[in-house]
């Protein structure tokens, strides 16, 4: 086999990527395998990511009204920073904050695509308000009150459904309403 | 900084010695000049290890580390591949403002401005795991704040402004999430971070928005790779939103047998169960590996002890040692270590290795740039002088 850079060398170096199952390989020369910032355990070398994103970006879903992210905000610029976003589908890499708000009907398609999800439960700066705080708490216990039900756990299911009331009253007393 | 003051500490007192000794010529001299080369050898030899190649911690035996990485970003300031200098810059000021301000909580961290470092000392801190090869690449502002034991750090101006790391020896990834994100609260108190309550922490790459966690643990899996059961067994692995890499040499054969294994999803789960969901498929991997290694066993106890023996003769004797052949070697000698067969060899021994025979660490040593004929000269010359 060639070397998949220089086109010239014997390609006996054989680098493997498995992301969420979809295998990438990249066939080098050794030249190019050292000069490629001596490779040596480079773990932390991250393959251009556009390539990555083209394999999620041709897909249709399933029901296909969806458009590609990759036309859904095409010929917009974030207006902070400057960026296009097409610039941002070569790179890789959004500019500033504000791209995703900008970019967003295509950008939240495309982290739908990669995430399989598109809502942060995770952890919340603690000065963002603690209200926020507790409504995440009481949006992962929904999720966990659903799972439970779908396991016939009914008695860990009422537990956690009485938490969440609980909850609740805090953020109501604490005079921030939840939405609903 | 505090690494090149002790350095030169050390230069200085091998000057002094041969100053306060004017009598001494000729041999003697050289002799002294050789033992000082030897000694300021040693001390950049210790430069190089640190905690996370100890040897220690829970499956020790298997995974060799354990990382926890949190990207952060300050709000309104454009992420580093598109900030301006002057913008950088900022970022950069604001860390050192908090490093010299907060001298309680990081009293004997160090702040490595890293386009204050040669590019030989860069790839030494990227062959550590310390920093990315994207600061190797673009030191400019770039700074790495780094704790005295080098386990918590603080990568600044990399893909994001800020890169929260925890790195420990075998399976810690819990203790490691409590680092990270110890320092994260700390210093969400003083900055504003990039944040939405849909999105949660906006990151550069939209693969890490989100959490900005990502998690990963360095594995040694021989008997899997020995037994021919790897492939399937890590894009089994790579189904469950996890990544491996490993990197592949002639025929098929696995650097070292080292498989780097991370998450890939960053949003819709917590901080915790993403880490507990990459604890989870490790330790099957773990308990595959034991399996495999069993197998290997019961296959002929003598063919595996015979395999160490014969990497640790070559290792021990050869003269030039390329350096994928070398992790080779050094995997069969720790497969025999790991199961008990050699006793001699600590692994952290074999660890350390792991990172000194890289090409930047030799350089280092040598303090110039070496060829490749060189490299694989004084590769087994630093092997030679490790292994007991
Ligand atoms: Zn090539
Ligand atoms: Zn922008």
Not at chain 1, 130 to 137: D, G, P, T
Not at chain 2, 188 to 193: G, K, P, T
Not at chain 2, 258 to 265: C, H, K, R, T, Y
Request: charged content about 25%; hydrophobic content about 35%; glycine content about 8%.
């Amino acid at each position: 086999m060639i070397c998949q850079k220089c086109a010239k060398g014997n390609a006996n170096v054989h680098l493997t990527k498995i992301v969420n199952g979809e295998k990438t390989e990249y066939f080098l020369c050794e030249v190019c395998a050292r000069a490629q910032g001596d490779f040596e355990l480079s773990f932390d070398e991250e393959f251009p990511l556009h390539q990555f994103f083209s394999d999620i970006l041709e897909i249709i879903p399933p029901g296909g009204t969806e458009k590609l992210p990759r036309e859904a905000s095409e010929g917009l610029q974030c207006t902070s920073c400057g960026l296009t976003y097409a610039q941002f589908m070569q790179i890789g890499r959004l500019g500033c904050d504000s791209c995703y708000r900008i970019f967003s009907p295509g950008l939240h398609s495309l982290i739908r695509r990669l995430h399989g999800n598109q809502k942060h439960i995770g952890k919340v700066p603690a000065r963002a308000g603690s209200s926020l705080k507790l409504k995440k708490e009481v949006e992962r216990m929904r999720s966990e009150m659903q799972k439970k039900i779908y396991e016939e756990d009914f008695e860990g299911a009422a537990k956690l459904r009485d938490e969440i009331r609980q909850l609740e009253d805090q953020v109501f007393t604490g005079g921030e309403g939840l939405e609903e | 900084m505090k690494n090149n003051e002790r350095k030169q500490g050390r230069g200085k007192k091998v000057f002094k010695e041969k100053e306060g000794n004017p009598g001494l010529q000729g041999e003697t001299e050289k002799e002294l000049d050789h033992k000082g080369a030897g000694i300021i050898e040693d001390q950049k030899r210790a430069e190089m290890i640190c905690t996370w190649m100890d040897g220690t911690g829970p499956e020790a035996d298997i995974v060799i580390n354990s990382r926890m990485q949190l990207a952060r970003n300050i709000k309104g300031i454009p992420f580093p591949c598109l900030a301006t200098e002057e913008q950088r810059e900022k970022v950069f000021s604001l860390l050192e403002k908090i490093f010299k301000e907060q001298q309680e909580r990081f009293s004997a961290y160090s702040l490595i401005n890293l386009s204050g470092l040669s590019p030989i000392k860069r790839q030494v801190l990227t062959e550590k795991q310390l920093i990315s090869l994207l600061m190797v690449r673009e030191p400019e502002y770039s700074a790495l704040l780094l704790s005295p034991d080098e386990v918590m750090g603080i990568l600044v101006n990399e893909e994001d402004h800020l890169l929260l790391q925890a790195l420990l020896p075998g399976l810690q990834l819990e203790k490691a999430w409590e680092a990270v994100s110890c320092h994260d609260d700390y210093l969400e108190e003083v900055i504003d971070y990039a944040f939405c309550e849909e999105l949660g922490y906006l990151t550069a790459c939209p693969t890490k928005v989100g959490t900005g966690l990502r998690a990963s643990a360095l594995l040694h899996l021989p008997a899997l790779v020995i037994t021919g059961q790897i492939n399937r067994i890590l894009s089994a692995v790579g189904q469950v939103g996890l990544a491996v890499e490993g990197i592949y040499g002639e025929g098929s054969q696995m650097t070292g047998r080292l498989f780097q294994i991370s998450n890939q999803v960053t949003l819709g789960q917590t901080e915790e169960e993403i880490w507990r969901n990459l604890y989870g498929v490790i330790n099957k991997l773990i308990n595959q590996e034991r399996a495999a290694r069993e197998q290997l066993l019961n296959a002929g106890r003598e063919k595996l002890a015979d395999r160490a023996g014969r990497a640790y003769g070559i290792l021990k004797h050869a003269r030039l040692l390329g350096f994928q052949e070398a992790m080779q070697l050094i995997s069969d000698v720790r497969l025999g270590v790991e199961m008990g067969m050699v006793d001699n060899i600590p692994l952290k021994t074999l660890n350390e290795l792991l990172v000194l025979i890289r090409s930047g660490c030799l350089q280092n040593l040598k303090e110039k740039t070496l060829s490749h004929y060189e490299r694989d000269l004084e590769r087994s010359v630093q092997i030679q002088k490790c292994l007991p």
